[in-house]
């Protein structure tokens, strides 16, 4: 309560024509974080709701929990099991000092030494995407006057989640600026930007960077370390190829791979699903329309077939667990403000995506993945979907009152 007061004695000086009026909007954002909101609606009508921006926004940084989890030591174990095949018993810089300090080894059959070596990188990206996609937040508030928008703590860990472990920082501080400002900012702000932010980021690193970020060769957190993807692999030699490196389905469905920090696990993914399923965050119309857009696709190019692509033949049970397509389905489509708004551009706007994404791992051998292209050009049409969808209604409904 001591808090509570100190906030609402320190309140008068951040108002209008005050001498702290600028940082408004960091007030606020403390405020809001602390405590629920002190806005309560004055004359009726009430309108009342179980839920606000502020807790589903919540809700889905809660969702993405089991990923998080299997982010830390997927990382950690994928850099220890690279580690002991070239007989490194250490690593360098910061991070193998602050290691040595805790006392971690490297022994991938170690959960403790996984986790630990994990965290030792998705924690410096997450921090750097927070402080310097925060700064942009806060100026941008400050410089319009509005409140800080929780939605920016949902975009700052998609967007960490979606990284490479070996990222640099300050790559990761070039991508977050730019989904934050070119992807949401200049078009004022949460609700009225088209495209995801954290996909927006991503997207740029991939073409700055395409050497580092094409997604091609495997992400491992070891110096000297490299291989190809998954997704690489079926593109040389189909599923056969994957097989044949060790890698069985039951493993990419549990996340045991190297990959983006967050994307690798299907499973992790799907219990991220139901919560937002159950708490009604996320629209099941969309998550089924990417998922069955995705299974037609595929079986009509395994209908197809070809002699020189072994993408045409792989099925659609190996394209839900590969890549980040199960991650973007449940955690970047669904996305309130850049997604369809109507329940059938909903279903449009989910079927596209799914297609989308097989069509562009079979047929586009420049980039392996899929789903964030998929879904960026998804975010572009959504508008239009949702367009088409009440002007049908319109006709619709004129014919029938005609009638």
């Known amino acids: 309560m001591a808090l509570r007061r100190f906030l609402d004695k320190i309140h008068p000086l951040f108002l209008k024509g005050a001498p702290l009026e600028r940082f408004y909007a960091i007030y606020e954002m403390v405020d809001s974080v602390l405590y629920n909101s002190a806005k309560p609606t004055q004359h009726a009508p009430h309108v009342r709701d179980g839920i606000n921006l502020q807790r589903a926004m919540t809700y889905v940084v809660w969702a993405t929990i089991p990923c998080i989890l299997m982010a830390l030591w997927n990382t950690g174990y994928q850099a220890n099991t690279a580690m002991a095949a070239l007989g490194l018993n250490?690593?360098?810089?910061?991070?193998?000092?602050?290691?040595?300090?805790?006392?971690?080894?490297?022994?991938?059959?170690?959960?403790?030494?996984?986790?630990?070596?994990?965290?030792?990188?998705?924690?410096?990206?997450?921090?750097?995407?927070?402080?310097?996609?925060?700064?942009?937040?806060?100026?941008?508030?400050?410089?319009?006057?509005?409140?800080?928008?929780?939605?920016?703590?949902?975009?700052?860990?998609?967007?960490?989640?979606?990284?490479?472990?070996?990222?640099?920082?300050?790559?990761?501080?070039?991508?977050?600026?730019?989904?934050?400002?070119?992807?949401?900012?200049?078009?004022?702000?949460?609700?009225?930007?088209?495209?995801?932010?954290?996909?927006?980021?991503?997207?740029?690193?991939?073409?700055?960077?395409?050497?580092?970020?094409?997604?091609?060769?495997?992400?491992?957190?070891?110096?000297?370390?490299?291989?190809?993807?998954?997704?690489?692999?079926?593109?040389?030699?189909?599923?056969?190829?994957?097989?044949?490196?060790?890698?069985?389905?039951?493993?990419?469905?549990?996340?045991?791979?190297?990959?983006?920090?967050?994307?690798?696990?299907?499973?992790?993914?799907?219990?991220?699903a139901a919560f937002l399923l159950y708490t009604r965050v996320a629209s099941w119309r969309i998550i089924a329309g990417v998922f069955f857009g995705m299974v037609a696709t595929s079986l009509l190019f395994n209908l197809i077939g070809s002699d020189t692509n072994p993408m045409f033949a792989m099925p659609w049970y190996w394209h839900f667990v590969l890549g980040g397509f199960a991650f973007g389905m449940i955690f970047m489509a669904t996305d309130p403000v850049s997604a369809a708004m109507t329940q059938q551009g909903r279903w449009i706007f989910g079927l596209l995506i799914g297609a989308m994404t097989v069509l562009i791992r079979v047929v586009n051998p420049a980039y392996p993945e899929g789903i964030m292209l998929a879904i960026l050009f998804g975010n572009l049409f959504a508008p239009l979907i949702d367009y088409l969808v009440v002007k049908a209604n319109i006709r619709r409904r004129v014919k029938r009152n005609a009638i």
């Open 90 to 272: 250490g690593i360098d810089g910061w991070r193998g000092a602050i290691l040595g300090l805790l006392g971690v080894g490297f022994d991938p059959n170690s959960l403790w030494d996984n986790v630990w070596h994990g965290l030792a990188y998705f924690l410096p990206i997450y921090f750097v995407t927070l402080v310097v996609g925060g700064i942009w937040e806060v100026l941008f508030a400050a410089v319009r006057g509005h409140d800080v928008n929780e939605g920016f703590l949902v975009s700052s860990m998609l967007f960490a989640l979606i990284c490479p472990p070996d990222i640099p920082l300050w790559q990761v501080a070039i991508g977050i600026s730019f989904g934050v400002v070119i992807g949401k900012e200049v078009f004022g702000g949460v609700g009225k930007n088209f495209l995801n932010p954290a996909l927006t980021g991503r997207a740029f690193l991939y073409f700055t960077f395409p050497a580092e970020m094409s997604g091609d060769t495997v992400w491992v957190a070891v110096d000297g370390f490299s291989g190809a993807t998954s997704l690489g692999l079926a593109a040389l030699g189909g599923v056969d190829s994957i097989t044949n490196s060790g890698i069985t389905w039951t493993q990419s469905f549990i996340g045991i791979e190297a990959g983006s920090l967050g994307e690798t696990s299907a499973l992790a993914c799907l219990l991220g």
